[in-house]
């Protein structure tokens, strides 16, 4: 716990930065002390990215001045940020699967010490901070959370005075979680300054001595997280009254066949180092919304792929109210009325060059007959793309925007309303709210239960445990490519699924 009299380690004062038609800082001013915990929080779009990267050396400001226990502080590269005491821990990692631990920490070092050396000193400093690693596994075995630790002991050997983490829950399960928060408590107690960002607020009440809050690139507030409630908080971001997601009335559907029915699923991962799926078998009715959880590297991508037809399996093993789909492709499905969305929203959910219209068009081309005698009606497709903008609140100067231009939580937001637009029959969707506000994660989620009202089967693959308990009927987890017999979401307790999610012996696990 941090003291009024602890000394100010990083102080940042009137930083401004500017792109071209928009300003991603507007006269920012904070300061972190010695040993907090200090959340960054606003909404997609905040200027939460653009204000790390000038403090981390990746972004330099137009304007305003930092300093670093005391001193002028301007790092021109990330190297000098490293340099300075400053490590970052990025949502998404840098490491590479081909190559073991103690490698990959070499690689984020200016000067690595011989490869002995560094394995001892890579057992010794996880295991002081409850982190163990084996510096000989090789990173594609290891599972979401110890790569995380990889990237955490990289930055500690730096032994940094401020580290810099953003989203570092995302692929952690609770009892991971737990252990995360244990060894950040431990790092702030020997006095390093820790800032964290994350949209899930309840952590950030858990965790942080003091937050800044952004919206639209300028601080309008700060607060004690513990002193406020989650939607206090989340209010604070956007700037309104939050609704929480409501479930419509509930309809029966005469349908007797599952709108979609998955038996013996198993096909092989074609992801290196990806997970195969071994028999897989649930079903999922119409106003019904599955909620699949698990960590990352567990088959999520695999169970995504063989949905949407991009990955192929026999033809029986995916039916859709009674019709083989097995060997039908993407296209094949939706026009039966079954749409996708993938968790890599940039390269594989949008093509990152486009534009927003094109964009549109490569998955809304069927359902919405955006194509005559084989030539593109663009006027039709820019109506479509501009409807899923304005329906779903993306923030972008027009249609004509490419892809890679928009902030994650905007091109999450544009990526799910261009799938929900389409009115389907079947949805499956990878981490629907990744890297999204709270305002646009409870807009996606009354979006997709919407849908459910409406007659839409769901399945919802997450590893938001709180979104899932919050909009899944029932609820089931895939482990190492096998998932448990879906049970009812009322009465699972968090715990309960934590072990579930780490492979916990005892669980029930369907079989064909």
Known sequence: MISDASPVLLSVEG??????????????????KAGEVHALLGENGAGKSTLVKMIYGLVKPDTGHMTLRGVDYAPHEPRAARASGVAMVFQHFSLFEALNVAENVALGMENPPKMGALAAKITQVSNAYGLPLDPARMVGDL??????????IRCLLQDPKLLIMDEPTSVLTPQEVDILFKTLRQLAAEGTAILYISHKLEEIRTLCDEATILRRGRVVATCTPRDRTAREMAELMVGTVLTPPERGQRKEWPDKKAALEVTGLSVNSPIPFGTSLKSVSF????????????VAGNGQDELLLALSGELKSMPNMVQSFGLPLGKLGPNQRRERGFVSAPEDRLGHAAAPDMSLVENAFLTGAVSK?????GFVDWAATRRFAETVIKDYDVRTPGSHVAARALSGGNLQKFVIGRELSQAPDVIVINQPTWGVDAAAAAAIRQAILNRASEGAAVVVISQDLD?????????????????????????????????????????????V
Request: hydrophobic share 45%.
């Open 15 to 32: 930083v401004t930065k500017a792109y071209p038609g928009v300003v991603a800082n507007a006269d920012v001013s904070f300061s972190i």
């Open 143 to 152: 599972s979401a959370g110890e790569r995380q630790r990889v990237e955490i």
């Open 283 to 294: 079903s999922v009715r119409r106003g019904e919304v599955l909620g699949i959880a698990g």
């Open 369 to 373: 007959g955006l194509a005559k005698s």
């Open 467 to 511: 979104e899932l308990l919050e909009i899944a009927d029932r609820f089931a987890v895939l482990n190492e490519g096998r998932l448990t017999t879906p049970r009812p979401v009322q009465g699972l307790t968090i715990d309960e699924i934590g072990l579930m999610m780490g492979g916990a012996h005892g669980m029930e696990v369907a079989h």
